[in-house]
């Protein structure tokens, strides 16, 4: 089964400063990954994803994230936070190889906060 | 409807008494998930319904917990008998078809005293 490590549980930030969110997974032959965000009491929002093709990958709101594979690594970046990226960030991994693509499994996520 | 909705958005229980939550996905969505937010902790998947198939219950932590799906549209969640700590942020999510194009409910946070 596959698990998802996000290094950091907490991640103050000044206004545009860049920040990096760090998220690490089990190995696998074939991933998708992802990074979701959570805005207080709401649902959670696709940031970005990566299924194949290029390993960066750009997403909403000027984030990208870079899939490293011998790192099995998939960092999230930003290189100038605002006050309203302010919001949890979870990472996600979804394994095709099992021919099961039914579920995500998420790490426990990163609490952005950006500081004026 | 434009998104997927839950209800209610939040729920306070007496230890022991039995819930229903529920979760109306985007209409034409035939994949339909339940997953489970604890505090501090990322999220548990509970189960998982596509079209007609037999649902994925593998996810859910006791016998305590049972979701059914009707007319592959609506789905409940019902925890019976609850304990304080299934006390969490229950999110639903549908997606079209199999895969990971999923749009998240804004859950219900449901709280046993």
């Known amino acids: 089964a596959q698990s998802v490590t996000q290094l950091d549980s907490q991640v103050p930030v000044f206004e545009e400063a860049p920040v990096e969110l760090r998220c690490n997974y089990s190995s696998s032959v074939s991933v998708y990954l992802f990074w979701y965000v959570q805005y207080p009491n709401q649902g959670l929002q696709l940031l970005l994803k990566y299924l194949s093709g290029s390993t960066l990958v750009k997403g909403i709101n000027g984030f990208e994230a870079e899939f490293n594979k011998s790192q099995t690594s998939f960092h999230l970046r930003k290189p100038s936070v605002h006050i309203s990226d302010t919001a949890e960030y979870f990472c996600?991994?979804?394994?095709?190889?099992?021919?099961?693509?039914?579920?995500?499994?998420f790490g426990s996520g990163t609490q952005l906060t950006v500081l004026p | 409807g434009a998104g997927v909705s839950q209800s209610p958005s939040n729920k306070v229980t007496e230890k022991g008494k039995d819930v229903e939550l529920r979760c109306d996905p985007i209409?034409?969505?035939?994949?339909l998930y339940w997953y489970r937010q604890s505090l501090g902790q990322g999220l548990e998947f509970l189960i998982y319904f596509q079209g007609n198939s037999a649902p994925d219950k593998s996810g859910l932590p006791s016998d305590r917990f049972s979701a059914e799906r009707t007319g592959g549209s609506v789905s409940t969640l019902t925890i019976q008998r609850t304990q304080q700590e299934d006390s969490a942020v229950y999110l639903c999510?549908?997606?079209?078809?199999?895969?990971?194009?999923?749009?998240f409910g804004s859950g219900t946070r449901l709280t046993v005293v």
């Open positions: 999510a549908s997606s079209l078809g199999q895969g990971f194009r999923y749009t």
């Open positions: 209409s034409g969505h035939t994949a």
């Open positions: 996600a991994v979804g394994d095709f190889s099992s021919g099961s693509a039914r579920q995500l499994t």
